[in-house]
Each structure stands twice: as structure tokens, then as C-alpha cells.
């Protein structure tokens, strides 16, 4: 059976977070946004694909995507 990436939680440290909205930008599934502080939030974590790319992006290093593999069969079925 194949392993498959999935979220585990989404670990954004505000202190760090400059707001410069670039993990926004980069999300393919738009999950990520800027709050009224402009400080990156994960609005919509039930979208995350955990590809991981705001993470790898991040200027501030403010980012962790913490991920989990699950295993699924080849029909992918869980």
C-alpha cells in the first residue's frame, strides 16, 4: 500500500510572522490567510494537502506543517 501525506496541524508562530502574505500566495489550496494583524492564519485547515510549500517559502522561517502518513490502497480507498 502506498503512504500518503496528510495534516497533522499547522504551526504558525506569530511572533515571527512579518505578514508579507507570500505563504498566501503560494497555497494551492488557499488555505492560509492574513488576520486583522496581518499575521498568516490556516482559515481553512480541512483544505490543507500538506504539499508543505508555505513552509519551504517562508522568509521568517514562521511556518512548521507538521504531516502524518497514512496508508491507502491503490484505488485509494482508506
Request: proline share 3%; hydrophobic share 35%.
Amino acid at each position: 500500500m502506498a503512504k500518503k501525506k496528510k495534516l497533522k496541524k499547522h504551526v504558525i508562530n506569530r511572533e515571527w510572522c512579518k505578514g508579507c502574505g507570500i505563504c498566501v500566495a503560494v497555497c494551492p489550496k488557499n488555505v492560509l490567510e492574513l488576520d486583522k494583524k496581518d499575521k498568516a492564519v490556516a482559515a481553512r485547515k480541512q483544505d490543507c494537502i500538506a504539499c508543505q510549500l508555505c513552509e519551504q517559502i517562508c522568509p521568517d522561517l514562521a511556518i512548521t506543517v507538521m504531516v502524518k502518513y497514512v496508508e491507502e490502497s491503490a484505488s485509494g480507498d482508506k
